[in-house]
């Protein structure tokens, strides 16, 4: 059987018709349909308990991503429906497209839980585990032990795919970085050592800017040389880099995060940096942004004339020669890249890296 909820939910969608080659799909490997959103009928008991636990939210932002509905957290995923739908750098509470992807995510909770209550579901198969369409049913497969396999790839299918098992009780799409640690302590001497040696050799390749495959989405190595280059500025001040994530893309894919979004963590340091005029602050977008979203990175720093905007394609090289007296980002690679260097990077939230402390991982905004 097949799941479907519709993400972006455009004109076209909304007609089941939308959907008509997929099924042809679905039924070329005997696949029939389970749940489909085109036939969900809203009653008024629905609409009316929707509405009073939007109501509870009081309008704040950090109150909906830890919205959980019958004990299970989905304010998360709301949140970055809302973002990815509408390519908003943030979520306006105020704002009824808010308020409708709400409603749907109450009521694919509530159909998808009728449907595991009525049949003996014994695997799901999502594209993702994120967004209200995928991480909702993949959260309760996960409760009722439902196994969640899912295909797991770099560079759009095209780079280490293979086939990932989900953690049951961290339900993403993450290696299990969380064990990492504890992974590595249960191999033999001789596995240590041969692990540590493949690492020097992977990161010292990747800091000599040549092409690195276990980054398939970086065509080309941010540390090239050939890559732009900056002026050092004034050469008194210490510098403070801040690498934004972008800012639409499933923010809440890792298991916390101070920030409700990656728009709020820069805005906060931003408005730091106002009153830290001892520092030479910079900010330098990811090198895959898109042209038509750089825009938003720029439109905020018109209120932060004491932040230079360096160009996407800045040099990690260049950066590294500013000597910073620290980086800033929420769960990016660099965390343990600049850490190579012996420079200090701040982690805002979870990440790949959070069982070791060679970068350093926040716990609230005032620590």
């Known amino acids: 059987k097949y799941f479907y909820f519709d993400l972006y939910q455009g004109r076209q969608s909304k007609s089941h018709l939308f959907i008509a080659k997929l099924k042809k799909i ?85 159909e998808v839980e009728n449907y595991f209550n009525n049949n003996d579901v014994k695997c799901v198969i999502p594209s993702h585990v994120c967004y209200i369409n995928y991480g909702i049913i993949s959260k309760i497969a996960s409760k009722n032990k439902i196994p969640i396999i899912k295909i797991w790839a770099k560079n759009r299918g095209n780079s280490l795919y293979r086939l990932l098992k989900i953690n049951e009780k961290v339900v993403n799409e993450e290696p299990p970085y969380y064990n990492y640690k504890k992974t590595f302590l249960k191999f033999n001497n001789v596995q240590k050592k041969r692990a540590l040696s493949i690492g020097k050799k992977i990161i010292k390749k990747r800091v000599s800017g040549f092409y690195d495959e276990n980054l398939p989405y970086m065509p080309k190595s941010s540390f090239n040389r050939e890559l732009k280059k900056i002026d050092i500025g ?57 042209k038509s979203e750089l825009g938003v990175h720029k439109k905020l720093l018109k209120d932060y004339p004491n932040v230079k905007l360096l160009d996407k394609d800045t040099s990690h090289k260049s950066i590294i020669n500013l000597n910073p007296a620290c980086v800033i980002t929420n769960h990016g690679t660099l965390a343990h890249e600049y850490a190579f260097y012996k420079i200090p990077v701040i982690n805002t939230g979870d990440n790949p890296h959070i069982n070791y402390n060679f970068s350093l991982h926040l716990k609230s905004k005032r620590e």
């Open 26 to 110: 679905y039924q070329s490997f005997n696949v029939v349909k389970g749940i489909s959103e085109y036939d969900f009928k809203y009653t008024n008991d629905d609409n009316e308990k929707y509405e009073n636990a939007f109501k509870k939210l009081k309008f704040r932002n950090d109150n909906l991503v830890e919205y959980k509905y019958k004990n299970f957290l989905i304010g998360d995923l709301i949140y970055d429906t809302y973002q990815r739908i509408h390519y908003s750098p943030t979520v306006d509470m105020q704002d009824k497209a808010l308020k409708k992807i709400f409603y749907r995510a109450h009521k694919i909770f509530d």
């Open 234 to 290: 004034e050469k008194l001040k210490k510098k403070i880099i801040l690498f934004p994530h972008c800012y639409f893309d499933n923010p809440h894919r890792y298991r916390h995060m101070i920030f409700a979004d990656f728009y709020r963590q820069m805005k906060f340091f931003l408005d730091y940096s106002k009153n830290n005029d001892d520092y030479e602050w910079y900010y330098k977008p990811h090198p895959n942004e898109l």
